[in-house]
Each structure stands twice: as C-alpha cells, then as structure tokens.
C-alpha cells in the first residue's frame, strides 16, 4: 500500500526538515516569510518566532527570495553572501493549481560548525579566485542598478518596471531610443539584476571598431592566425563575457558580414576564434541598443533580417528626454550630485527660473545633452545655486513664449521625419508592393509572376528572398 505524507506525523516532518543538510525557508507572493527552518534560524542569529510573518529581506541579507516569487523565474545554485560568507543557495517558485503562491529557498549545510569547517577548506581557494577575478575582470562589471535610473514620469517608469521585470529572464533583449536617452545605463542595470551579475558584464561599441578589426575583437584569434598576432593568441569578448551579457551597442552599424557571424553564435551558441578549426561553447545573453531603425534598414537591405528577430526578443523602447518634461529637474539634480564630485563641490543647486528653463527646452540630445550644459554651468559657477545666466545663451536668450513655439515645431518635424522615408526605401517599398500584385495577379504562382513582371524567375527569387516575401 503506497503512503502519502498525511500518514507521516508532522512531529517526524518537522524533526526530517531540522536534519536536512539544507536550511530551509518559504515566502508568500510579498516575500512575507511563511516559514523558516531552525538551523536556518541558528546561523542567522534569530528565532523561528521572530522571523515568520517578516519581509524576508529584513531576515536574511542578499536573499533574492521576494524576486523569485513575483517572477516565477527558478534560481538555483546561486551564489549568496551571508554573514561575511558565501553560500550556496537554491530558489524555486512554489505553483499550486497552476497559480504562482511564494517561493522555497535552501541554502547549504546544517549547523555553523559545519559551515565553519567546509568554510576553512574552500575559502582560500575562494580567496584565490577572488584575486584574479578583480585583477582581471575589474572593468566587467555592471555599474549601475535600477536605483541609478532616475524618472517618474508614467510612460518612463512603465518601460522601467517592464526592464527590471525582464532582466531575470535569460532572453536576448533590443533597446531602442534616441543617441543619449540612457541605453547603456539599462543595459547595466538589467545585468545586475539578473541571475548573471556574478559574471562579466562586457559592453562593446560596433561604430567604434573599424570593420577589419570587429571580428578578432569578438572572436578572438589563435597563434599566428595573422601578421602582428599576439603569441599565445587571444580571447574574444564573447568568450570573456561567457555566463554573463555582453552588450553590442549601435548594433545598426555591425557590417552585414559580421552579422551573420553573430547570427551563428546565437544559434549555435559557440564561436570559432579566427585561424582556428574548433568551436569553443560559450553561454552568454545579448543586449543590443542601437538609435537607428532596424526595420527600415532590414526592408532596404541593410541590416539582415534572421538576425533582427533573433535579437528582438524583448523589445524595450526607452522615451526622449522632451516627452517626459516632468523628468527633466529630477535627472539635472541627480546629474549635479555626480558632477559635484567631479568638480569637488558640494551643496549645488537649481534656480527656479533655471529649472522652468530647462523644462521649455526640447533635449535633442537627451540626457548627455542636459549632462553637459549642468557642466558648463558649473565651470561658470561662484556659489552654490546654478541661475538663469549660468545655463548657454541658446538656453537662457529664447524667451518661454518662442521656446514653447520651438518645441511644437521640433515635434512636429520630428513626427514628419519619423514619417518620411528616404528615397532607397520608397524604392524598396516599392518594389516589394509591385511583387506582391504580381503574385496575387497570377493566384500565388511565382514563375507566372516573373513573366508578369518581366524578370527571370532567379531574380524574383532573390527579390522576394530579400523582402522577406514568402
């Protein structure tokens, strides 16, 4: 006769859990804790009494916990520092009739004498590593967090909750958005939040490195692979990325040969360092940014299309700076704070007039833009409050009446370049429509519809093949 655990008394259930080699904890969909085991209890230094019914951050630091319960996302054998050492810790979202409830959590080893035990084997070794990962990799980190991303407008904190949402998941993600509106700065933060923060965070610019010299950057190369090659060889910085993100900003601008290089390793997930035969497995997520549109560029030609939908994944588009005005002085003040170190200043401030100031203006540049005119002001600057004639005369010499006028033009004209479309693309545009008529005129028959329209059947072919005609 098989027995289900109703027959197993909760005294035994209770004394089984306590001798587990893993300390135990379960948090509800707030990640208020719902219970915690004893020995858990034990190395925290708190009691199951006072511990259940808390906010499991409050309880257990780094815990993670309260994440994996709104997302559903499993974590397991992730790294956690507690109390000065790092752990060991699985996390698992708790389903019940198909409905997300909490999250279970365990953490390795049973008592502080066995922590302390293992702990005196490993953590030299730990130390060690410690070493060379900081000497090494000190640069690959993610240097911001969500909490950095400042703006409280609705349509930027819709996107931002969006990105914090997604940065736990292991997709590939495009971020979209105006030169300076703040790609990198989400690129940073969706790492650190994720489960591969542990790992490097490698950003690269692709219109910063000259074609010939892009792929031995991503790649690597072997020994000898070509003149000038360094002895030994080198890693590319997909390879150094692995278990991280790497981040291809101004992706736009990759060269068609290029991408479908890439194209491989997000399919295949390997590389193959140049001058050499074998393939190196990496895992690694992508993040790309770029301030173009990749559709239109994939409609002309430009940009290939298995690759775009390889990318866009997840799509994040991140507002300009003019359409949420509200944002402005909050972001200037938050930029202030880090100029002040800069400039080893303290107590600066905004003016009033300089703040209505900056809310009329329409920030082609976005937040690098603002950055610099704080900047300037600042070099200009005797006291502590930054007024209206510290900002750039094309700031401070435009009356509100006229400035106001500027910034309906300027969002006019941008809605009317955002609709006009370059003389290449109407052509391609074109001719895509005349190839669907021709296919619809001869009822799907493409060898009908190349005598249709005068071609040869190849270049129908190739046409519709480059206008993702099926």
């Known amino acids: 006769m098989k027995l289900g655990i109703d027959h197993i008394p909760y005294e035994w259930i209770e004394q089984i859990i306590s001798l587990s080699a893993e300390r135990i904890v379960v948090v509800d969909r707030d990640g208020v804790i719902r219970y915690i085991s004893d020995s858990y209890c034990d190395f925290l230094g708190t009691t199951v009494e006072y511990a259940t019914g808390r906010y499991v951050g409050e309880i257990i630091e780094n815990t993670r916990m309260h994440i994996v319960a709104r997302t559903g996302q499993a974590e397991l054998a992730s790294v956690q520092p507690i109390n000065g050492s790092e752990m060991i810790a699985n996390r698992y979202p708790l389903i019940v009739d198909g409905e997300l409830v909490g999250a279970f959590g365990t953490v390795m080893f049973r008592t502080p004498d066995e922590w302390r035990d293992y702990n005196r084997k490993i953590q030299p070794l730990i130390q060690e590593l410690k070493f060379y990962k900081t000497k090494f990799e000190n640069e690959l980190k993610s240097k911001y967090s969500f909490d950095d991303i400042i703006g409280n407008s609705p349509s930027f904190m819709a996107v931002k909750q969006f990105a914090e949402r997604i940065s736990v998941s292991q997709s590939g993600v495009l971020l979209l958005g105006e030169s300076g509106t703040g790609k990198e700065l989400f690129a940073h933060a969706?790492?650190?939040?994720?489960?591969?923060?542990?790992?490097?965070?490698?950003?690269?610019?692709?219109?910063?490195?000259?074609?010939?010299?892009?792929?031995?950057?991503?790649?690597?190369?072997?020994?000898?692979?070509?003149?000038?090659?360094?002895?030994?060889?080198?890693?590319?910085?997909?390879?150094?990325?692995?278990?991280?993100?790497?981040?291809?900003?101004?992706?736009?601008?990759?060269?068609?040969?290029?991408?479908?290089?890439?194209?491989?390793?997000?399919?295949?997930?390997?590389?193959?360092?140049?001058?050499?035969?074998?393939?190196?497995?990496?895992?690694?997520?992508?993040?790309?940014?770029?301030?173009?549109?990749?559709?239109?560029?994939?409609?002309?030609?430009?940009?290939?299309?298995?690759?775009?939908?390889?990318?866009?994944?997840?799509?994040?588009?991140?507002?300009?700076?003019?359409?949420?005005?509200?944002?402005?002085?909050?972001?200037?003040?938050?930029?202030?704070?880090?100029?002040?170190?800069?400039?080893?200043?303290?107590?600066?401030e905004l003016s009033k007039k300089a703040s209505e100031r900056l809310k009329l203006h329409s920030w082609p540049g976005n937040i690098r833009e603002l950055e610099n005119v704080l900047e300037r002001a600042l070099n200009v600057l005797d006291g502590k409050m930054i007024d209206l004639f510290h900002l750039p005369l094309y700031l401070r010499d435009?009356?509100?009446?006229?400035?106001?006028?500027?910034?309906?033009?300027?969002?006019?004209?941008?809605?009317?370049?955002?609709?006009?479309?370059?003389?290449?693309?109407?052509?391609?545009?074109?001719?895509?429509?005349?190839?669907?008529?021709?296919?619809?005129?001869?009822?799907?028959?493409?060898?009908?519809?190349a005598r249709l329209l005068q071609i040869s059947k190849t270049t129908l072919y190739d046409k519709c093949k480059l206008h993702n005609i099926k």
């Not at 290029?258 to 193959?272: F, H, P, T, Y």
């Not at 393939?279 to 775009?308: C, N, Q, W």
């Not at 809605?415 to 190839?435: C, G």
């Open 190 to 348: 969706i790492h650190n939040n994720s489960t591969r923060a542990a790992f490097p965070f490698v950003p690269i610019n692709c219109a910063s490195i000259p074609d010939h010299l892009l792929e031995s950057e991503l790649f690597g190369y072997e020994e000898g692979a070509f003149t000038g090659a360094k002895r030994g060889g080198k890693k590319g910085q997909l390879q150094v990325a692995n278990y991280g993100t790497i981040f291809l900003d101004e992706i736009g601008d990759m060269p068609l040969a290029m991408q479908s290089k890439l194209l491989r390793v997000l399919q295949e997930k390997e590389i193959q360092r140049i001058g050499s035969q074998k393939t190196i497995p990496i895992d690694v997520r992508v993040i790309a940014a770029t301030h173009r549109d990749l559709e239109k560029m994939v409609l002309v030609g430009e940009f290939r299309s298995d690759l775009y939908y390889r990318l866009n994944v997840i799509k994040i588009e991140i507002p300009s700076l003019r359409r949420r005005t509200e944002d402005i002085v909050p972001i200037a003040l938050n930029l202030l704070k880090k100029l002040e170190k800069k400039f080893n200043r303290q107590g600066i």
């Open 398 to 449: 435009i009356e509100p009446v006229m400035q106001e006028t500027r910034i309906h033009i300027d969002s006019i004209c941008q809605e009317k370049r955002e609709e006009l479309k370059s003389l290449k693309e109407e052509i391609a545009l074109a001719e895509k429509n005349t190839i669907l008529r021709a296919i619809n005129a001869s009822g799907g028959n493409k060898v009908e519809a």
